[in-house]
Structure formats: C-alpha cells, structure tokens
C-alpha cells in the first residue's frame, strides 16, 4: 500500500505541484479563514482581534440586537418577493419569447442587460427614478395628478420594495436567459404528442415542461439565492441601508461592524450565524447538482 | 375505423415545397406504409394527416369529412413517435391516462381503457415506472399505448422501430402487425426499412422527393417496381442494374449490353417496344438461379463469394457482364470456378433509360 | 402532366382566441421591455440635461438643451469626497485591477481543471468540493482574516493585494468551468500523448490549451463582467490608491455635499456600466452559456 502510493505520487507528481495553488487558496483561503472568522466570534474582540474565549456571549448580544434582527427580516422579505417574482417574470418570459416572436433576439438583449451591469449602478438607477422629488413621483404630479405617491425609497414601511424592484431588474433576465435555453432543448416530438393528446398549452408548460427543466430551475433558484445572500453594493448605493434602519441587511451589518463600528467578535458571529444558514441550504443542492454521476469516471 | 384521403396536398416549409400535389386514398382498416429515403418528406406528410403541420394546398378527408384544418385531437387519431415522446416526469400510469384526464373523462372509464391498453401491451406491471427506467422497447410500448387508449381510428408511426436494436425490432413489428389485427383501425406507417415495410403493409407507399412513386400490394411493389428507384431501393441484397439496348435476334426480342445477350420474348412488356430502344435491365440476385440441367444456361466465372448465412451471395462475371446472384450453400459455387446460371426473365424488370419507368 | 384544379382553399381558418393569444404576448412583453428600459432611458436623457432643466422634475423628457458638459465633468471633475479627479481614475484602477486578475484566474481555473479531469490525484475531488462550497459563501465570513493577513504581509489595500482576493474569489467558478469543459473532450487524446511519452505541462501546452479557446471565452466574459462590476472586494482590498469605477461611483454619487449633481451622476453611472454592456452586447449567446455552463454541470 505505502509503496504502491509512493509510485502512484510520483507519476502523477506534477499533477500533484499543479494543484498545489488551489490547495493552498482552499485551505489558507477558504477554510482557514472560515475557522478565523469562527474562532473570533467566541472572543470578545471589538477593535482588534483577542484570543479570550467568551462563549457563546457574542451570539447572544447578536440576536439582542435589534439591527441585526430587523436586518434577517429584511432579507427574508428581499428573498421572498425577490425569488417568486424573478421566477415568474423570467419563466413567463421564456415562455412568451419561446412562441416564435417577432424580434426575439431584441427580446432576449433588453431583458438580461441588467445582469450584466453592476448592482451598484442598479441600485443607483433606481434610487434615482424613484426619487420623490425629482422622479416618477415628480413627473406624474407634473402631469397634475398632485395626489400621486411614488415615495418608496424614502418611505421606512416601501424601502424593502424599491430594493426588490431594483433586484429583480437585475436578476429576471438570469432565470429568462436559463429557462429559454431550457425550452429550446426540449425535443419537437413531445410538443407534436401533447397536441395529439389535446393538451392546452399553458398546461404543457405547467404539467410537462417546467418539470423537465427542474436542473434549470434549480440552477437559477441557486444562483439568486447566492446573490441574495451577498447582497450589500446594492443596498449601500440604493438607500445605504435607510431610512433609519429600514433596509438594513446582514451582509451590511457585518461590514459596519468590521469596519466602521469596529466590533469584531459580533461582526464575526453574524457571519457565522450566515455562514452555517447557507451551509445548510445549499450542501444538499450542491451535492445532488454537481457531484452525482458527474465527472469523469476513473 | 375510418378512411383517409389526401386530395392534391400540398406541404411546405417556407419557400421550399416537401409534399407535392399528392393524392392518396386509404381504405377504412388498411395498413399502409409509407417508405422512403431519409428526407423525403414522410414524416412531414405523416404530421401533415395528424394536423401537426399545415397544408399549403389540397385537403385531407376522414370517412369524405374534411379535416383540414380540424384540431389534432378532434381529429381521432394516435400517434407513435420515433424518439417516443413520452413526458419524461410522469410515471406510465400517467402517460397513458393525460390525454384523457385533460378531456375531463371519467375517472372508472380512464382506469378501465388504461387496464385495457396496459394488458394488450403487456405493460400492466411497469405502470408506477418514469420512462427514464424503461428499456427502449418498453418505452415504445408505452408510446404505442398513449395512442390505444385515444380510441383512435387512424394510428400514424412515425419511425417506431428506428431507434430499437434488431431483435426487439422483429419482435415489436410481429406485435403491431398483430395488434392492427386485433384492432381492425386504419395504420399508416412510416419507415425507411424495407423489411418492415414489407412485412406489415397490406399496401406500401414508395416516396421520392415528396411525390409517390408506386403504391401497391408488397409483392407487386418488389416484384413489379414501377421504376429504377423502387427497383433499387426495395431488396436486399440489391438489384443488379444494367444499362444496354434490346436488339432483334433472329425472331424474337433480346437485351444486349456487350456482349452479353438475353432472351426476352418472354418478358411481359406492358408497352410496345421496338429493337434499338435503350433500356435499363433490373435483376434481382435471387432471379438468377443455379442452372439444373436445363438448356438456356449462360456460363460465368465466379469472382467472389459473400456467405450470407442461409444462402451464399455470388458475384460472377458473365460475357463481360458482372452480376450477382444467389446460389445455395451445397450448389459448389467457390470463388474462380465457372458456375452456370439461369435467369427468369418473367421476373426481371425492364426501364426505360431516360424515364426510369417501367416498360 | 395536367394539373388539376385545387379542391380546396389552403388557408387556415382565422381563430380569433389566436390572434388574441398573439396581441397578448406581445403587449406583455413589450411592456416588459419598456420597464427593463426605463432604467437605461431615463439614465441617458438625463446625463444630457443642464441641472436647471432637472429641476423641473421631468425624467422622461428629451433634453431641450443637448449638452455633454456632464459626461465630461464625470469624467475629468466630480468629486470623489475631497478629491475631484473624476471617474477616469476610477476607470484606469479597475483596468490595472481587471487585467491581471483575468489573466492569473484564467490560467489558474485553466490548470486546476485539467489536473482534475485528466489526472489522478488524491484527495482533489474533496479540495474542489470544498472550493465549490466555499464560492456559496458570503465573502463577509472570510473578509476580515483576510485582510489581517494581507496586513501581516504587506500587500492589504496594494494592487497585488485586490488582485489575489480576485483570483481567490474566481477560482471556483473557474476552475468549475475548465473541469467540465474538459471532461468533455475524449480521454483518447490524452492517453495517446502520454503513450508517446508526453508529460504534464506538455500535454497541457500542446494539446488541451489549443483546444480551450471556447471555454476561454467564456470565462473571460464571465470574469471581465464580474471583476468589473465588483464593489464589495475593491471598497475592502483595493486601498485608497487603487479604488475600482464602481466604488468611485458611488462615492461620486453618494458622498457628495451640497445638491446633487445628478445629470453628472447619471453619466457617471453610464461611464461605469460601458465596459459590462460592451461585453455583453458583442458577446451575445456566449454570455448567456457562461451563466449557464458556469452553474450546471456541463
Ligand atoms: N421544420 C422544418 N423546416 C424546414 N424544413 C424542414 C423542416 N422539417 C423538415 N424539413 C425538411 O423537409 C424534408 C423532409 O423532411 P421529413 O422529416 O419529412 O423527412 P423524412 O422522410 O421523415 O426523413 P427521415 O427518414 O430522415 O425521418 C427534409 O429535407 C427536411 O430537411
Ligand atoms: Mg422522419
């Protein structure tokens, strides 16, 4: 066994060089850090980092603390809305530009530039637009309606909203641009069958073909869900988490923490609290997505 | 049950015409098989009778009702597909029983006609199955249940076997040719493989190029091509083709090619001919036969021998003139001896050079 | 041959309920593409206005006075808290910052996925999970160790330092991409160069680089967009000599005193999203597989 590993290493040893780099950034990098991040949370490190050990203190003064849980509702709101509404924007889309339109590829241009662009300047754009003073709000009572209200980016109880107007611009084009290629790989034949079978089409698409593209949707859910999680650039250009506390996230309250409240061992016992929420969330999809039956058998 | 009639149909796609002026009458319980090379517009002509593709021209009866522009599921037909078609999320329970759920059918009398279907194609025990954990034969079963269970009265195939290895192929093609017994409905079939085209079609349908080049019983279509392309696409191993001259030989008719001569005073020509005419000689291996004593033996050298299991394939040289043949596996035929053969010329088939038809 | 006369005219019956069903998907997804460009209307109309006409609060009009005076203050003059440079050193920083980091994760993504496709090295598969996990995290669970060590080496807040932190960051998504991309070439290949006696790096010079160009292009797009559009890592690592487009922007945008410049805003928006759309506007389909190829197994 020893010996046979001994010659096994040496004929693959360049391979073995070769990968050190990924080694070295998934051990210091990813894991290290992570293990850092972790240690820290059970010290009462404010400004600079102590290596006390203090329990499980931090993580009660966290979910004392009213940012922090105004923040963790913020984002199961963002998420919701955000993930239903980008899901059946994008799919109707898919959908609708699957039934032999006109222009199709314009279509498919104008609705996913935005994901190409940088969540600040979405967040920008629409602080913008949404600006009561000079925006839609503006015009439309330009216009003579004196009544009308468009004040969300300023107004505590609608923030929320104007963050997730500004994020499923962004992000629907992601879900239409996965689901149509989706649709499109789906063979003539079993369109041909339903038609034979007398199947309404909005029902083929409910019955048949939406579960056919679960990979699809899984791969979409994920890749928003990701970007929900991570969502601060948008957030800090849009309102910068106000008015008040209003639009508050936890990326941004670890950042704040870090880096301007300077209160380490919190900071890092949010991002723990993260990071063991999306542990748990994504290992299952990880591993049913990527590592069943794929790769290249030995 | 029903009839089928196309009356001057044209389909197209586009700018390009795939089915041209077309007239086809099938009769009500028949089993007709559309045959050709790949692209020559069977499917679109199959799809254009089940209503998945429009006509550009011409119309379609069921039982002399038109149905040109009926709905496909008013239609009351089922089809089968070559790559099956089934809805990949749905178990074989479902697949069968969709179609008619969404019609709002009874639930007793949906139970009841997919019992029915799933006994007659021995599939009752695969019922909870997803199609991902069916063989390919059962998987064509399955599809061939889908339509069982539509009552239809014209089934279309496109394909069913095509994507099935040899063995399940024979066994499935006894399977439809005995359902079609059972079932007395209206088949048309298609297929680019002779065989299955000859043994399940009360009538075959040769196409080209979108137009029908021949449509009779299986034996007149092989034995009697209407011409050089049936000739050469039906039969295996191949026709032998030979391009000469009839020439008067004393009192009677021959075909010349070379130096090679043929009696053919014999031969039924469905049209006056006279000496000189250029014509294509079709022959197929299996009409030439081992000489038995017989006088009108022509003598050859046998250049190769291709053993083809029950029979040897031979190819000899005659006069100049290569042609192979069938010969028996205890006939003595070996590569570089001198074989004597005598050829039927009542079943050889002549061609007009130019037309290619039939003379 | 006569032709007789059709039996029949050819014409598929009109069906209203059709037609409707037409007016429909079209009208949604017309509208739909107006709202997705709203945002990008609304940016270049107003980036051409005088700050007197934006007063009167009409963000849809036309500019009745067509100036450039603020796209050429964004880019030479607007004031990034106490210094007024303009975006163009924003622009050159995430040029330096962009290059090297495309370049390193590129080849590195390059190198990981034909070590792991094509060689046997164990324990790989469980270092590539690990990487594949850790790209779900938020970066906040590793941000502050990082810059700790960073600081201990001298390189936080250098160019060398955004860099790294890029190259760490897009290793995942990278080395992802290769993997798949070559798990899809014939094993043939690669065994009959090590029969002729060829070794790792000449394998992977001679025969598989060659044959990468698609791949290539796709991570390029993806990490041109991404390292572009990043805020997050360039606000933390860059330093203030290095600061990326995005995050001068949103200093430009947000930091400002007095009343906001917003026609100069709005150009600064759009000078920051030319290189993103640029990309995406000329990469076209290649975008679209790269959001996908870079999430599903390939
Ligand atoms: N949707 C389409 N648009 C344009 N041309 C088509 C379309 N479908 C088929 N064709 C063309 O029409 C011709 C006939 O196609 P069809 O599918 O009917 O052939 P087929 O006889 O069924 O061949 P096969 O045996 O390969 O299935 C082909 O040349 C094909 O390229
Ligand atoms: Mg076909």
Same mark, same amino acid.
């Given at each position: 066994m020893g010996a046979e590993f001994t010659r096994h290493v040496k004929r693959n040893l360049v391979a073995y060089i070769a990968l050190l780099p990924m080694a070295a950034v998934v051990i210091f990098a990813y894991l290290g850090t992570m293990a850092w991040s972790v240690r820290l949370s059970f010290s009462s490190s404010k400004l600079l980092p102590r290596s006390d050990f203090v329990g499980l203190n931090q993580y009660v003064t966290l979910f004392d603390t009213s940012r922090w849980l105004t923040s963790l509702g913020n984002l199961a709101v963002i998420a919701f809305f955000f993930l239903l509404i980008c899901f059946v924007l994008g799919c109707l889309l898919a959908i609708f530009i699957d039934q032999n339109v006109r222009g199709e590829s314009l279509f498919r241009t104008v609705f996913l530039y935005p994901y190409a662009m940088s969540f600040v300047v979405a967040g920008l754009i629409w602080q913008w637009i949404l600006n009561p003073d000079l925006g839609i709000q503006a015009t439309m009572r330009g216009f !003579? @309606?004196? !009544? @009308?209200?468009?004040d969300w980016v300023v107004n505590p109880r609608m923030v929320l909203y104007a963050v997730i107007l500004a994020t499923v611009w962004h992000g629907s084009g992601l879900v239409m641009a996965l689901i149509l290629a989706g649709l499109r790989g789906i063979d003539g034949e079993i369109w041909r069958a339903t038609r034979i079978d007398g199947i309404p089409a909005w029902r083929v698409y409910l019955s048949i073909v939406l579960p056919m593209l679960r990979p699809m949707i899984i791969t979409s859910l994920v890749l928003l869900s990701i970007s929900i999680v991570k969502m601060y650039d948008v957030v800090v250009a849009m309102t910068n988490g106000g008015p008040g506390t209003a639009s508050e996230v936890p990326a941004k309250f670890i950042m704040d923490n870090l880096f301007e409240r300077a209160n380490i061992g919190l900071a890092t016992a949010a991002s723990t609290v993260m990071l063991i929420t999306v542990l748990m969330v994504m290992a299952p999809v990880i591993y049913s997505q990527y590592f069943r039956k794929s790769g290249r058998a030995a | 049950m029903s009839s089928v009639s196309l009356e001057s149909l044209d389909v197209s796609y586009g700018n390009v015409q795939?089915?041209?002026n077309l007239d086809l009458n099938i009769r009500d319980g028949e089993f007709l098989v559309l045959l050709g090379p790949s692209g020559c517009g069977k499917s679109t002509l199959l799809s254009a009778i089940g209503g998945l593709t429009d006509v550009s021209g011409g119309r379609i009866l069921f039982n002399d009702k038109d149905v040109t522009w009926t709905d496909p599921k008013d239609r009351g037909i089922g089809m089968v597909f070559q790559s099956y078609?089934?809805?990949?999320?749905?178990s074989v329970e479902r697949n069968l029983s969709f179609g008619l759920r969404i019609a709002g059918i009874d639930r007793a009398i949906i139970e009841k006609k997919v019992k029915w279907a799933a006994d007659l194609l021995q599939i009752a025990h695969l019922l909870d199955r997803k199609p991902s954990a069916l063989s390919g034969g059962q998987r064509q079963r399955v599809a061939i249940g889908r339509a069982l269970v539509r009552d239809a009265d014209i089934f279309l195939f496109d394909e069913p076997l095509s994507n099935l290895d040899a063995k399940l192929r024979a066994e499935l093609r006894l399977e439809i040719k005995k359902l079609h017994k059972t079932l007395k409905s209206t088949m048309i079939y298609v297929t680019h493989d002779q065989i299955e085209a000859l043994t399940l079609a009360d009538r075959i349908a040769v196409m080209k190029d979108g137009i029908i080049q021949q449509l009779d019983t299986p034996l007149n279509v092989y034995n009697k091509p209407a011409n050089e392309f049936v000739g050469s696409f039906l039969g295996s191993p191949a026709m032998n083709k030979v391009e000469g001259a009839l020439v008067a030989d004393g009192d009677h008719l021959s075909f010349a090619a070379g130096d090679f001569r043929l009696d053919v005073s014999r031969y039924p020509f469905t049209q006056k001919v006279e000496s000189g005419r250029k014509v294509v000689l079709g022959l197929r291996p299996e009409h030439i036969l081992p000489a038995s004593g017989s006088a009108a033996a022509i003598e050859g050298k046998v250049s190769l021998v291709e053993p083809m299991g029950s029979s040897i394939l031979a190819w000899s040289v005659f006069d100049g003139l290569s042609l192979s043949h069938l010969v028996g596996q205890d006939d003595g035929c070996e590569a570089d001896r001198t074989f004597a053969v005598t050829i039927d010329v009542q079943k050889a088939s002549f061609f007009d050079v130019e037309t290619g038809w039939r003379l | 041959m006569m032709r007789q006369a059709k039996p029949a005219v050819a014409r598929r019956p009109l069906n209203y309920q059709e037609v409707w069903g037409r007016v429909g998907i079209y009208a949604f997804l017309g509208v739909v593409a107006l709202f997705f460009l709203l945002p990008l209307y609304v940016m270049l109309v107003t980036s051409f206005k005088s700050m007197d006409e934006i007063r009167l609060g009409l963000i849809f009009s036309l500019p009745r006075q067509f100036t450039i005076d603020a796209w050429v203050k964004a880019w030479t003059s607007a004031c990034t808290g106490l210094e007024c440079t303009g975006l163009r050193v924003g622009f050159g920083n995430s040029v330096k910052i962009l290059v090297p980091s495309v370049v390193v994760s590129i080849l590195l993504g390059a190198v990981n996925g034909y070590a792991l496709s094509f060689w046997k090295v164990k324990g790989a598969n469980v270092l590539f999970a690990c990487l594949l996990l850790g790209s779900f995290i938020p970066y906040q669970v590793f941000i502050y160790p990082l810059v700790r060590v960073y600081a201990q080496t001298g390189i936080y807040g250098s160019l060398a330092g955004i860099v790294l932190t890029h190259v760490i960051f897009g290793m995942p998504v990278m080395t992802l991409l290769f993997r798949n991309y070559y798990s899809g070439l014939p094993i043939e290949l690669f065994k009959a160069a090590r029969i002729d006696g060829a070794g790792f790096w000449k394998i992977f010079v001679s025969i598989i680089l060659p044959m990468s160009a698609p791949i290539a292009i796709v991570a390029v797009i993806m990490q041109v967009t991404a390292i572009w559009n990043d805020f997050l890592l360039g606000l933390v690592f860059a330093g203030r000599e290095n600061l990326p487009m995005t995050v001068q922007l949103n200093n430009i945008v947000? #930091? #400002? #005193?007095?009343?906001?410049a917003y026609n100069v805003n709005m150009a600064a928006t759009v000078l920051t999203s030319l290189v993103p759309l640029a990309v995406y506007l000329l990469s076209g389909r290649w975008f679209v597989r790269g959001i996908a190829s870079g999430a599903v197994k390939g």
């Open positions: !003579g @309606f004196s !009544g @009308f209200v468009l | 795939i089915v041209r078609a089934l809805y990949p999320t749905m | 947000n #930091t #400002t #005193t007095g009343e906001r």
